[in-house]
């Protein structure tokens, strides 16, 4: 009896110590962000029993390489690896190079590791049972070829580049004897055979790796075709002249084709020569621009990073003689190549900006390129194709111009198919809240059988057979509509399908997430082979988060990474996908007061049911109270399970961030009705506060709000139409509509669209219904405002006009309103530095935490910095003296009017003429 009495104690002494420990875990603070451990580039060896994977800081270059068996018997780790390890299962290998520059081979059978020193890179070459890599020297031009077994064959000097393809082919320019030449290497025994003379700017092979081109850009630009089996070129040819003739520069190679009679080149085009400018400068604007002036001369100067538009044009041959070289685009127009198809282009044309539909060129044609010939065949009646989906010869696909007809163009007969009859449902998203008009969404993920398409609506899978005219399989039997389930295949991280069976599927209704697998009898439901609350992978999700599950190539064995919003993701060993074994163990939220997640359902002042997302900080106690930040952008529900990185804040509210010191965050979804976008945001955010309010552990009278871009305007529409937050951040969002509708953005583009037909959804231009745009902008309530407001603005912003924060600033603090206005001279739309986040974290932390929580105000805040000590005081020190931020700078009297007509509905004041 004695004993079990001191093991009650022992028991309740040890409850006692891990409650401590858990109370006393520290905040998350500013020394995390770079220290944040996390699992990357994970690899499993191709017959399964191996797996790699590095864990770093989340921002950190060093990793540390974990090497373990999938059955966990043996671990192995290096220190300081640089990313890119590789596993060579026929050797039974692993390879990396690590930050002091050393080569590493390691034996994975009899753990013996072989080290090269000096190597800042290295590249496998030869088929998959390697037997060669490369070694690139930090010697200036210094290459080593070594074999596998950390044997020497061959070492290269004065390199001054090399080209290597996938199947092992070695193409070298350097100087020997001398003389710079060009020199393919027998990677067997490293001898070099001289194929070419000078220096080679460009290299590449053809997709089936039987023809190379080289490109000089020497004294004359040339290019030179081989024959992989041969040591002569086929062909040169001289192509910098007749490029000169057509205005257009070649800065490199695109693509060859399989047959080597047609080789593509990257271009720039070169304005022609002009007479000098004269000092007397002048902009005319027309009104038949086709794109208006400012964005015209933004676009001379300026390179769009996130276009994929490929610049080109082809030299084409017949019987290896040169036949022409042409420019295979013009102004406005896009080259698109076919996968699988050498013969033919797409070239998309649109003269005017896509997104302004309102003007006749902003109308998307598309043409059929015979890159032989250079004729081309306009598709009728198309706005999109998709080419790089096709791994066949003979099919394109895309949408009509309508947008509601997925369709098949036959490259070989030309003629159009209606595919949307073919399927037994509708394909068209109903959900308005992305368009006012209802589109086909689907998907092509991959082929088999040769012309069978695989590919996916919003919900379903299915198989189309383009060689006939049979009805579409869905191969998940409709269980995906039926029950609100989302089926995608998995793909790796080119893109490529993974596996045919086995197929992710994500719940919307529960938001969870896991795998199923397809039948083989038709006309039968998918098998549930696991699911959970979690994310294992966000194909199908709104989300570019979760890691792609990985399979080994010569077996069905799988690694997959799991993750919750209170545990990071690691990794699990699976061969059925419903015994998980797990693999790593990193849980760097563990030395901190972390956070939970859970569902939350409330309705929305309209009436809506409408579901969001509760973060409670890791040490919740529901018998005390706490400040809410709701934060939002459309909706998120889909974040339900996804593991956040906390960092410094650049656009959004770090939610790890702020629970951690004690807030609730609330992530509440926003459907909208067109036409009333900012009522349908007040309508979510404030029935989701309401609800909020109803907690015992909610301090309903210290709430605030968040939101960024969208999100943030979404913020000064809230603030202008509610009294119920007591504080609010508002990062780079709009307050006018009116003005921002003619207004360019920093990028100088024409934001119309955005307010007609994109995010703002009003749905009609300004002159057809001038009290919607009037109705959802901030700036014409800005005397109903109550809730001090915080905002971030940037001159450079390229998304949303700098004028547009500043427009609203003053409008308060002409007001009299308590209104805070951020400006960062390096910031964007987001922020980009690090020192910029650090601070701008700082700030937001101070603001929420003085109207939140009841802490001092600090200097910026109650007195401001002066222009003179920008960059000097950043006024992060608590006001000793001035408790909170006091009246703004009217008068009482001034004050009195402002009462007075802030009563009045804005509707009334319309209606009266009262502006």
């Known amino acids: ?368 390129l015979d890159v032989r010939s250079g004729e081309r065949m306009l598709i009728p009646g198309v706005r999109s194709v998709d080419t790089w989906n096709s791994v066949h010869d003979n099919f394109i696909t895309g949408l009509d111009e309508t947008g509601q007809q997925y369709y098949s163009y036959n490259l070989t007969t030309k003629k159009m198919s209606d595919l949307t009859r073919r399927f037994p449902v509708s394909l068209l998203y109903v959900d308005r809240d992305k368009d006012p008009k209802n589109f086909v969404v689907v998907q092509t993920k991959g082929w088999e059988k040769g012309n069978i398409m695989l590919l996916n609506d919003e919900f379903d899978l299915w198989a189309l057979d383009l060689n006939s005219d049979a009805p579409a399989e869905c191969l998940t039997n409709g269980l995906g509509r039926s029950k609100g389930i989302q089926f995608r295949f998995i793909r790796d991280i080119f893109g490529k399908m993974t596996d045919r069976k086995v197929v992710t599927a994500y719940d919307t209704k529960t938001g969870q997430n896991g795998f199923y697998r397809l039948s083989d009898k038709k006309a039968s439901n998918p098998i549930l082979l696991t699911m959970g609350d979690c994310l294992y992978s966000s194909e199908g999700m709104d989300l570019v988060h979760g890691v792609t599950p990985v399979k080994a190539k010569g077996t069905n064995a799988w690694v997959v990474s799991r993750e919750t919003a209170a545990e990071s993701p690691n990794l699990f060993f699976t061969t059925d996908f419903r015994q998980f074994q797990q693999l790593s163990f990193v849980y760097p939220e563990k030395k901190y007061n972390w956070l939970t997640s859970e569902r939350i359902d409330f309705k929305t002042v309209d009436g809506r049911d409408e579901k969001g997302v509760l973060y409670k900080p890791e040490n919740f106690d529901s018998t005390k109270k706490y400040p809410v930040i709701f934060h939002y952008y459309e909706r998120r529900f889909t974040t339900l399970h996804h593991y956040i990185v906390p960092e410094a804040i650049g656009d959004n509210l770090d939610i790890p961030w702020f629970v951690s010191r004690g807030y609730i965050v609330v992530v509440p979804d926003i459907h909208y009705k067109w036409g009333q976008t900012g009522k349908s945001a007040f309508n979510s955010v404030q029935g989701a506060a309401l609800k909020m309010s109803t907690y015992s552990w909610v301090d309903k009278n210290r709430m605030g709000i968040q939101g960024h871009s969208f999100g943030g305007y979404e913020t000064n529409y809230i603030v202008s139409h509610s009294n119920l937050f007591a504080a609010a951040m508002s990062s780079a969002g709009a307050s006018d509509h009116i003005s921002g509708y003619g207004e360019p953005s920093f990028d100088e583009h024409y934001n119309g669209s955005f307010y007609e037909y994109r995010q703002y959804r009003l749905g009609v231009s300004l002159w057809e219904d001038p009290a919607a745009y009037i109705e959802n902008s901030p700036i014409f309530n800005a005397d109903k405002i109550t809730t001090p407001l915080l905002m971030m603005n940037n001159v450079k912003d390229g998304a949303v006009p700098f004028p547009q924060g500043v427009e609203l600033f003053l409008a308060m603090m002409r007001l009299g309103k308590k209104a805070w206005l951020l400006q960062y001279d390096n910031g964007h739309h987001t922020l980009g530095t690090d020192q910029d986040k650090w601070l701008h974290t700082q700030y937001v932390t101070q603001f929420f935490d003085h109207y939140l929580k009841g802490a001092p105000a600090p200097r910026w805040m109650t007195r401001g910095i002066p222009a003179k000590d920008k960059g000097y005081d950043y006024g992060l020190d608590y006001d000793t003296e001035i408790k909170t931020p006091g009246p703004g700078l009217i008068t009482e009297e001034e004050q009195r009017k402002i009462d007075n007509y802030s009563r009045v509905p804005l509707k009334a004041k319309l209606e009266k003429g009262n502006y």
């Not at 109370?23 to 770079?34: E, G, L, M, R, W």
């Not at 996938?166 to 193409?171: A, N, Q, R, T």
């Not at 520069?249 to 007479?275: H, M, S």
């Open 1 to 368: 009896m004695e004993s079990f009495k001191i093991n009650i104690r022992c028991l309740i002494v040890a409850l006692l110590v891990v409650n401590m420990a858990i109370a006393q875990k520290p905040v998350i603070d500013s020394s995390t962000f770079d220290n944040w451990d996390k699992i990357r580039d994970t690899q499993i060896s191709d017959d399964g029993k191996y797996v790699a994977y590095g864990v770093s800081g989340y921002y950190k270059k060093d990793f540390i390489l974990v090497l373990q068996t999938t059955g966990n018997k043996n671990e192995r780790r290096f220190s300081n690896v640089k990313l890119g390890w590789k596993f060579i299962t026929g050797k039974n290998l692993i390879v990396f190079v690590d930050q002091q520059k050393t080569f590493h081979s390691y034996d994975l059978r009899t753990n013996v590791e072989k080290t090269i020193p000096e190597i800042a890179s290295f590249q496998l070459l030869g088929d998959e049972n390697m037997d060669r890599v490369l070694l690139r020297s930090t010697a200036s031009g210094t290459m080593k070829l070594y074999s596998l077994k950390g044997e020497p064959v061959q070492e290269f000097e004065q390199v001054t580049s090399s080209f290597t393809g996938s199947g092992g082919e070695l193409i070298v320019s350097m100087k020997k004897d001398g003389e710079p030449g060009v020199f393919k290497v027998n990677i067997q025994d490293g001898s070099a055979q001289k194929i070419g003379s000078g220096p080679v700017t460009s290299l590449l092979f053809s997709s089936n790796r039987q023809h190379f081109a080289l490109l000089s850009n020497g004294a004359s630009t040339k290019v030179y075709l081989y024959n992989i089996s041969q040591s002569e070129p086929y062909a040169v040819f001289e192509v910098g002249e007749e490029a000169k003739k057509q205005a257009f520069e070649i800065t490199g190679l695109q693509k060859l084709n399989d047959d080597g009679q047609a080789v593509y080149f990257n271009i720039k085009d070169v304005a022609p020569a002009r007479r000098p400018k004269s000092s007397l400068g002048v902009d005319i604007w027309n009104y038949q621009d086709r794109k208006i002036q400012s964005q015209q001369l933004y676009d001379l100067t300026h390179v769009d990073i996130f276009s994929l538009a490929l610049r080109c044009a082809v030299l084409v041959l017949e019987n290896n003689r040169p036949r022409a070289i042409r420019k295979m685009q013009g102004d406005d127009e896009t080259v698109k190549f076919i996968t699988g198809n050498d013969c033919y282009a797409v070239i998309e044309k649109t003269e005017g900006n896509a997104m302004d539909l309102w003007s006749r060129y902003s109308k998307t044609q598309n043409f059929l």
